[in-house]
T-cell receptor, first 116, second 113 residues
Framework: EAGVTQFPSHSVIEKGQTVTLRCDPISGHDNLYWYRRVMGKEIKFLLHFVKESKQDESGMPNNRFLAERTGGTYSTLKVQPAELEDSGVYFC??????????????FGPGTRLLVL | GDSVTQMEGPVTLSEEAFLTINCTYTATGYPSLFWYVQYPGEGLQLLLKATKADDKGSNKGFEATYRKETTSFHLEKGSVQVSDSAVYFCALIYGGATNKLIFGTGTLLAVQP
């Protein structure tokens, strides 16, 4: 079974440009999460989809970030316009159940974003 | 709010040494606790977890016990190998409408032959 995949693996852009990150969850996983790790700090939650609906987007830093999940399958995270502080590693995770005691979130390899 | 604090790295050990990575948490209730590991060039993998007080999670020779009295979940391994070199993240889930993980800053472990 394929794991969570993310594209691209690396992206280098200039300040003010737009970048779109993609995440393909494990097939059949209704829950999809985005997280971000900035400059060796802790990994922070950005948002959570259940199928195509946003369940929680409390971690989104500002309105320059837009996440979508088309048809409840893959998800995209767009940053427009990108700022220097957006640099970091963006992780996607998916899971099958929402019972917090039993859920396991499976993570992708991450997208390393560098904004110059 | 809820938070996780783990020891800063890097931690450098010789092969077969004993490993402890400290992790403490702050939470208003009784979260589930996790250790995730990120090997070089790979994504995060769940290493072990514990869902209630006094539970011990274990996997691949690693262990951690959920200590409510000290709000801790320290990771231990009796004899590390070079292949254990990775970044280790302690995390918690506190349930609710969304199961967002709250992570610590990560601890880089380097094991030398």
């Amino acid at each position: 079974e394929a794991g969570v995949t993310q594209f691209p693996s690396h992206s280098v852009i200039e300040k003010g440009q737009t970048v779109t990150l993609r995440c393909d969850p494990i097939s059949g996983h209704d829950n999809l999460y985005w997280y971000r790790r900035v400059m060796g700090k802790e990994i922070k939650f950005l948002l959570h989809f259940v199928k195509e609906s946003k369940q929680d987007e409390s971690g989104m830093p500002n309105n320059r970030f837009l996440a979508e999940r088309t048809g409840g399958t893959y998800s995209t995270l767009k940053v427009q316009p990108a700022e220097l502080e957006d640099s970091g590693v963006y992780f996607c995770a998916s899971s099958q159940t929402l019972t917090w005691a039993t859920e396991t979130q499976y993570f992708g390899p991450g997208t390393r974003l560098l904004v110059l | 709010g809820d938070s996780v604090t783990q020891m800063e790295g890097p931690v450098t050990l010789s092969e077969e040494a004993f490993l402890t990575i400290n992790c403490t948490y702050t939470a208003t209730g009784y979260p589930s606790l996790f250790w995730y590991v990120q090997y070089p060039g790979e994504g995060l993998q769940l290493l072990l977890k514990a869902t209630k007080a006094d539970d011990k999670g274990s996997n691949k020779g690693f262990e951690a016990t959920y200590r409510k009295e000290t709000t801790s979940f320290h990771l231990e391994k009796g004899s590390v190998q070079v292949s254990d070199s990775a970044v280790y993240f302690c995390a918690l889930i506190y349930g609710g409408a969304t199961n967002k993980l709250i992570f610590g800053t990560g601890t880089l472990l380097a094991v030398q032959p």
